[in-house]
């Protein structure tokens, strides 16, 4: 059916730049009025503001029939709207006050607020189509966050225990499509009448008609726009926001060229390579990094030189895991290295979290120092050598979470630490000269705490002993 409101609606984005360029001259023109002091523009000026106003009653007419078609959340389009009709308030003020006033201060407050209200308002409509904060993605992070601009993305996070047995939409597509396409396309926004946030919308499409899911990916509109260049209008999501990595978007090739069964698993899906390919490239490094050893808040990149200064020392610094700051350091082959040799460590405080160093010879100042790197989540010393109480030189590691001191002597003093380790969540005690009772007596002091005491023993089963039979020769 035709509708004349969605047909005139739909020219706002081509109408909304005229007020913005003209109002842009305005601006320019009365700024060399200011500063040059003079008047040579002034026909121009006084023309481009008619031509302003004129732009900006067609652009919020058409802006408020686009509305109405219910693609926009209502609390974003009403700041847009209330904007623009603010702007053609005060654009209609400024033309009157510079016609009709010698006022000075007047004409450049009703300027000045002319000029704010256009940077609010276009933001408000960059938001709207392409996504929060899409004006303040280029500028610098700190300066991003304080304006509003921060990137708010969805953490990525899925809970697959078994591959073959998950199922492909629940588990690994809707996951993602929440985390990336719900902000454009769900219950609050349908840019380009499309939504994501259930199956039976996903299988209606878009405004376009074309199909999102065809046995042939080339003609998938979902796979299309996933996979278009990042220049192109088509691409999803749109530049400026978090993209999917390759193997999700394969994944969900995967899903797409099975027709989008939503009760389809993931071991009777055909194909279904991308989708294994996924989890062993992505999903099994995040549950082997993303755990809870590594902190969730972001870190600066470490100072190379720093590392390199180390490195000189045989100390041996990695990162964590695959695009992480965070860092490991461990001193295997540097066991007998000097306290000054580790000063740089100190450093590097913020990006160090695992810190290796086994079979070493711990020194009250090697353990002082150690006690300022307090962003440590774990610590491997086992089989080091430790002088009375010196684990009480770690106090300050309140962000600890495990702690290796298997075959370490130690005694239920120096345990005594544990009441400053408020994050300590497991402690390795294997062949320490603590005895049962004494153990028994720390895992009731601290229930919650895993103590890993080993003697772990297997059981046995027949193929563990094989029997060979004597055969005599007759």
Not at 63 to 69: A, E, K, M, V
Not at 108 to 126: M, Q
Request: aromatic letters at 8%; hydrophobic letters at 40%; a negative charge.
């Amino acid at each position: 059916m035709f509708d004349i409101q969605m047909l005139l609606g739909r020219f706002h984005p081509l109408i909304v730049h005229l007020p913005i360029g003209f109002i842009l001259i305005a601006i320019i023109l009365k700024s060399l009025e200011i500063f040059k002091k003079e008047e040579r523009y002034r026909p121009a000026f006084v023309l481009i503001l008619r031509l302003s106003i004129l732009a900006s009653v067609a652009a919020c007419i058409t802006g408020f029939l686009l509305s109405r078609s219910g693609n926009y959340p209502d609390r974003d389009i009403n700041f847009h709207m209330y904007g623009g009709l603010a702007l053609v308030a005060s654009t209609i003020g400024w033309y009157w006050l510079e016609t009709n006033s010698s006022s000075s201060k007047y004409n450049r407050l009703c300027f000045g607020i002319t000029g704010l209200l256009l940077l609010l308002t276009g933001h408000w409509g960059g938001d709207l189509t392409h996504g929060k904060g899409y004006l303040l993605q280029g500028l610098p992070p700190q300066l991003r966050n304080i304006l509003g601009g921060e990137d708010k993305d969805i953490a990525l996070t899925f809970d697959i225990s078994n591959i073959d047995s998950a199922m492909v939409y629940h588990d690994i597509v809707q996951p993602i499509l929440e985390a990336r396409c719900y902000t454009c396309h769900s219950d609050k926004k349908q840019k380009g009448d499309l939504r994501l946030d259930d199956i039976q919308y996903i299988h209606q499409g878009g405004e376009s008609g074309e199909p999102l899911f065809h046995s042939d990916l080339s003609k998938s509109q979902l796979y299309k726009a996933l996979t278009a260049p990042m220049e192109d209008d088509l691409h999803m999501p749109p530049k400026g926001k978090t993209q999917l990595s390759v193997f999700q978007i394969e994944a969900i090739g995967d899903w797409v060229s099975n027709g989008g069964d939503i009760n389809l698993l993931v071991q009777d899906a055909q194909p279904n390579a991308a989708i294994y390919k996924w989890y062993e490239d992505e999903l099994s490094d995040q549950k082997l990094f993303d755990n809870f050893l590594i902190p969730e808040q972001s870190v600066s990149k470490a100072d190379e030189n720093v590392i390199k200064e180390l490195q000189s020392s045989n100390i041996l610094i990695q990162p964590v895991g695959e695009n992480s700051n965070f860092l490991e350091v461990s001193l295997i082959n540097a066991r007998d290295i000097e306290v000054e040799a580790l000063q740089p460590l100190l450093g590097l405080v913020e990006q160090v979290i695992w810190l290796e160093m086994p079979n070493c010879e711990l020194t009250e100042e090697k353990l002082a120092l150690v006690n300022q790197l307090t962003t440590l989540t774990k610590i491997n010393m086992a089989h080091s050598s430790l002088s009375e109480t010196s684990l009480q030189n770690l106090a300050n590691l309140n962000q600890l979470k495990t702690i290796n001191l298997t075959g370490v002597n130690i005694s239920p003093t120096d345990l005594e630490v544990l009441n400053k380790w408020t994050e300590l969540k497991k402690i390795f005690l294997y062949q320490t000269n603590l005895n049962n009772e004494e153990l028994i007596a720390v895992q009731q002091q601290y229930p919650a705490l895993d103590l890993d005491t080993g003697g772990y023993q297997l059981p046995s089963i027949p193929e563990d002993t094989m029997v060979y039979k004597f055969i005599p020769k007759k």
